[in-house]
Every structure is written in C-alpha cells, then in structure tokens.
C-alpha cells in the first residue's frame, strides 16, 4: 500500500517547492491550481486553497488531528538544512526521540503545518 496526502496552502507553489527540495520528491504533474509530487513509495498534492479558507498567518498548526510521517534515509540534520533553507524547521536536537528503531522528530513547513521525520537508528 502507498501513501497519498492532499494539502491546501494560500501558497501552493511555495508551499510545494518546500516538500520537492526538502524529502526529494519529484514532480509528476501540476496546473494552475495543484501540483502532485511523488516518489514510489508516497504522492502529496498540494492544492491552492480557495481565499475564504487561506491562513496566511505562517505560525505553526499545533492543534490538528493529523501530523505527516515521513520516513527518511538521510540524516536528520541535512533535512533540519533543508528545511531552513525554504522557510520551515526541525525541532532541536534535544527535542528528538527514539520510537520503534528510528529517531523521530517534529518539524513544521513554511505555510506552519506540522509533520514528523523518523530515520532508522543503527542496527546491533
């Protein structure tokens, strides 16, 4: 089974080049009103939201019911860069945790959304 996720954004195309640089993804199509990107394990869209529903306040969206995982395969601080570099941040180191083999950590984008990167520890 593979993963999709759908965000709305009142930056769609910002908001976009922040998931394509930060975790790799490649765009697979897009108009005026989306872009899909994707890999072959995961596709995110990411969506103009209508202006009735656009937050443009860019503070973090901690109260939610729903936070994006993303497995990774580089090291925590070259995707911590990444996303500093396009407006969003990891936690601090101090803020990570371990949790079933990876450790985890919560960042946010650069419209506030909030999502979680876990990178596999070392094996024994």
């Not at 922040?18 to 993804?25: D, M």
């Amino acid at each position: 089974m593979n993963l999709g996720l759908v965000l709305y954004s009142h930056n769609f195309k910002r908001l976009a080049k922040f998931y394509k640089f930060v975790f790799r993804l490649a765009i697979a199509d897009q108009n005026d009103g989306h872009i899909r990107l994707a890999n072959d394990q995961m596709e995110l869209v990411i969506l103009q939201a209508p202006r009735r529903f656009q937050d443009i306040s860019g503070t973090q969206r901690i109260n939610v019911a729903i936070k994006p995982v993303f497995f990774i395969n580089v090291p925590l601080e070259r995707v911590r860069a990444r996303a500093l570099k396009r407006g969003g941040s990891l936690n601090a180191v101090t803020a990570e945790w371990q949790f079933q083999s990876h450790t985890v950590c919560d960042g946010h984008d650069c419209d506030g959304n909030i999502f979680q990167v876990r990178f596999p520890l070392p094996e024994d």
